[in-house]
């Protein structure tokens, strides 16, 4: 990483509203955020503090109301929805908690899943899918239904879809909130070699025991945030 | 766009749920096969209408005397003097008439008819000769003993072109051969003096009738008469002109029936409403159950794939390609019910024909309009699903994750 890289991701002064029947709620007020290239930063805080509103943010599924973003050095809190999708679609990765697997697709299939609006051959794609399978050590499971997988194999799953075509931005919520303690070991032990790799990585947990993987950490509570 | 994706997604889609994906399936193959056997119904009674318009030939209408106004009254039969009146009132029209006999009595086979007619009635009638030469004014003068055979006819008694054929006690000399087009006008409304059939045979009307049986016939009595107009456009004006005339005391017949292209065409439009009002009922009744099944069935898909259409955000796709996922998942269930529909109403039609009462036509219009019909049905039954679809905001919908 060098001083004149842009940042992968940056927000000033973003705010979020939501309408509510009692008027507008405040979801995140005034956040302040940079990641940096290679950063695997932590995003910590209680239920309702914006962890979510703000992963959705940074993942380009939503806009902010209120400040400006920056994806890649490049504003986009008004970009239009097409160039919006062609960010998410090649630049970013994403695992979620309750995994998001087409349980009745192969392993293989799921992770395939990836390339679905992507241009590229299906040759290259079965080449990227089985590579980032055989990285999350499940190549022996690539043919199985995805529903028969255990809760570490099916995040491992989910974490291969998100990385075989490899993101700029890998966003990850709650990955190990359904998993038991060696499955989450293992889980994180993934998104360190990812990160590694130089894969930026920004982890939404209640889990204070998953911080000592990150470089960076950002609390939030009741929609603010400090580093 | 990647189609073996597409073609992929749709199929899991549909098959989440088949019950619901059957049941519409199903309506709307019973629908379309009900619309295919609408279709090739109507379009056999039209073929059916053209044949018969073709039949009694263009331009051409005929009036005909009932046999018991005969029997009743033979000064108000029509005759030869209604030729002759007619033709010198209507000189852009072309005017014969056909006076039938009993063909078997005259010794002809069993169903043969004898028919009596002068020079013009092949420019009138669409009959053809096919060998030989109709019927001159000469023949007619001259009362010739000369003889006009329809090709069936004159298979079945081995007649040609200069062949003798006996009627009763007098002999008549074949001088042409004429295919003559039969089939269509033969329905329960139609008299015989306007479809007399194909095994015909046609002399001079001049020819004293001697082979007759039955009570010496007036002078110059017909059956029908037939008049061709030389210009389409003026058709209607003809009718109106040959009405007024008939009207002259002179002329006046009781009882005749008007064959006109409009009086063909009434009769089978009677009954081709009549099949539009029953099928078309059962097809709206069928596809629009199938395509109201078909909505549920997709907004059903919608409420359960939320997360799914959420993960299929994340990973890039647009709300055109959400929405046209669920459009095309509607297509594949309405096109395939309308080939299942439509492939088993043919294979049925195709089998009935030859026994069925019903005019058949299979062409191409019962296959294209049910194919865009199911097009149009899928797009329309879609449409709100698709919206709804494509509406989700991704956050929310990973929200339900």
Not at chain 1, 154 to 181: H, K, S, Y
Not at chain 2, 179 to 203: F, H, K, Q, W, Y
Not at chain 2, 370 to 391: D, E, H
Request: proline fraction near 6%; hydrophobic fraction near 45%; charged fraction near 20%.
């Amino acid at each position: 990483m060098t001083a004149s890289q842009p940042s992968i991701l940056k927000m000033e002064n973003v705010s979020k509203l939501f309408p509510t029947p009692h008027g507008p709620a405040r979801v995140l007020h005034s956040v302040d955020i940079t990641i940096q290239p290679g950063d695997f930063a932590a995003i910590t805080g209680p239920s309702g503090s914006g962890k979510t509103t703000f992963l959705n943010l940074a993942a380009l599924l939503d806009r902010p109301t209120e400040g400006s973003l920056h994806f890649g050095g490049q504003d986009v809190s008004a970009l239009a929805e097409p160039n919006l999708n062609a960010l998410r679609k090649h630049r970013i990765g994403m695992v979620f908690q309750r995994f998001c697997l087409l349980s009745h697709r192969t392993v293989l299939e799921n992770v395939l899943f990836r390339f679905r609006y992507l241009d590229i051959p299906r040759s290259r794609a079965l080449s990227l899918a089985r590579q980032a399978l055989e990285e999350m050590s499940l190549t022996p499971h690539a043919d199985q239904p995805a529903r028969l997988l255990s809760g570490g194999e099916m995040q491992r799953t989910a974490i291969a879809r998100a990385v075989a075509a490899p993101p700029d931005l890998l966003l990850v919520d709650e990955p190990t909130g359904n998993l038991d303690r060696d499955s989450a070991e293992g889980v994180m032990q993934c998104f360190k070699n990812l990160n590694q790799r130089g894969i930026t990585i920004l982890l939404a947990t209640h889990n204070p025991a998953l911080l000592k993987y990150c470089n960076r950490c950002f609390a939030f509570k009741n929609g603010t945030v400090i580093e | 766009m990647n189609w073996t994706a597409l073609l992929r997604d749709i199929g899991e889609g549909t098959r989440a749920q088949p019950g619901r994906a059957g049941l519409s399936f199903a309506s709307l193959s019973i629908g379309m096969a009900a619309l295919v056997s609408l279709l090739a119904i109507l379009g056999g009674v039209r073929q059916k209408t053209q044949l018969m318009i073709g039949e009694l030939g263009v331009n051409v209408f005929g009036l005909v005397q009932p046999s018991e106004t005969e029997r009743r009254a033979e000064k108000s039969t029509l005759s030869r003097r209604h030729v002759e009146i007619l033709a010198a009132n209507l000189t852009d029209a072309i005017v014969t008439g056909l006076r039938l006999d009993d063909g078997t009595a005259a010794g002809l086979p069993d169903g043969a008819i004898l028919a009596a007619t002068d020079e013009t009635l092949f420019q009138v009638r669409p009959w053809r000769i096919v060998r030989g030469r109709q019927f001159d004014i000469s023949d007619i003068r001259t009362r010739a003993h000369c003889a006009v055979v329809s090709t069936a006819l004159a298979q079945a008694m081995n007649l040609t072109v200069g062949s003798d054929v006996r009627l009763r006690n007098m002999t008549f000399r074949v001088v042409g051969l004429a295919d003559i087009e039969a089939g269509s006008l033969e329905t329960s409304d139609i008299r015989r003096a306007v479809a007399p059939g194909n095994r015909l045979l046609l002399v001079p009307w001049t020819v004293p009738a001697s082979w007759s049986t039955a009570p010496a016939p007036a002078s110059g009595r017909l059956d029908s008469l037939f008049i061709k107009g030389s210009e389409p456009a003026h058709f209607d004006t003809l009718i109106r002109r040959v009405e007024n005339l008939m009207l002259q005391p002179d002329c006046t017949v009781e009882g005749l029936s008007w064959v006109t292209p409009h009086s063909l065409v009434h009769g089978l439009m009677r009954y081709q409403q009549l099949i539009m009002l029953a099928g078309g009922a059962i097809v709206l009744l069928c596809l629009v159950l199938g395509g109201l099944t078909l909505t549920s069935l997709l907004l059903t898909g919608v409420q359960t794939r939320v997360p799914e259409i959420g993960l299929r955000r994340a990973l890039g796709a647009s709300p055109t390609d959400i929405g046209l996922l669920f459009m095309c998942e509607a297509l594949l269930i309405t096109l395939s019910a309308t080939l299942a529909g439509t492939g088993a109403a043919w294979a049925l039609l195709t089998i009935s024909r030859s026994w069925s009462p019903l005019p058949i036509h299979l062409g191409p219009a019962v296959i294209i309009i049910p194919l865009l019909s199911g097009l149009i049905l899928g797009i329309i039954f879609s449409y709100w699903p698709a919206r709804a679809a494509a509406r989700i905001s991704p956050s929310e919908a990973l929200r339900n994750e």
